[in-house]
C-alpha cells in the first residue's frame, strides 16, 4: 500500500465523486499519539484490499483540508483521525487508540 498525500480541497471532491473505497488519515505531526496510531495502522493495512484509495492528511501543515474533511463528510475533527469513505460517503471513522486497520477491512469486506 502508498499515501496519497492530500495537499489540495480539490482531492476532496474526487474522494466525494469516487465509486468504491477510500481511506483518509488525518496525521499531527507534532503528535506523539498520531505518531503511534500512524504507526499502528501502517502495521496492519496490508488486510485492507489492495485497491482502496489510501489517502494521507498533514494536518499540521494542511489545516484547512482539515477542516473542509470535517465539513463535507460530514464528521467532527479528531486528531489522529481515520475516514472510511464509501462512493463518497463517510460510512466509518475512527480517532486516537480506536483507529484500526483490521475494522476498516472488516467493514470493506461486510
Not at 30 to 36: A, F, G, K, Q
Not at 63 to 92: N, Y
Request: hydrophobic letters at 40%; charged letters at 25%; one cysteine or more.
Amino acid at each position: 500500500m502508498q499515501w496519497n498525500n492530500l495537499t489540495n480541497v480539490d482531492q476532496l471532491r474526487e474522494i466525494k465523486k469516487a465509486d468504491g473505497y477510500s481511506v483518509i488519515f488525518k496525521h499531527s505531526t507534532r503528535c506523539s499519539v498520531s505518531l503511534m496510531a500512524k504507526r499502528k495502522f501502517e502495521m496492519d493495512w496490508d488486510a485492507i484490499p489492495e485497491n482502496t484509495q489510501m489517502y494521507f492528511l498533514d494536518l499540521i501543515a494542511h489545516r484547512d483540508i482539515s477542516a473542509a474533511i470535517a465539513d463535507v463528510f460530514q464528521v467532527h475533527h479528531e486528531s489522529p483521525q481515520v475516514l472510511l469513505i464509501k462512493d463518497g460517503e463517510c460510512t466509518l471513522d475512527a480517532s486516537h487508540s480506536d483507529i484500526d486497520a483490521q475494522e476498516i477491512a472488516d467493514s470493506i469486506s461486510a
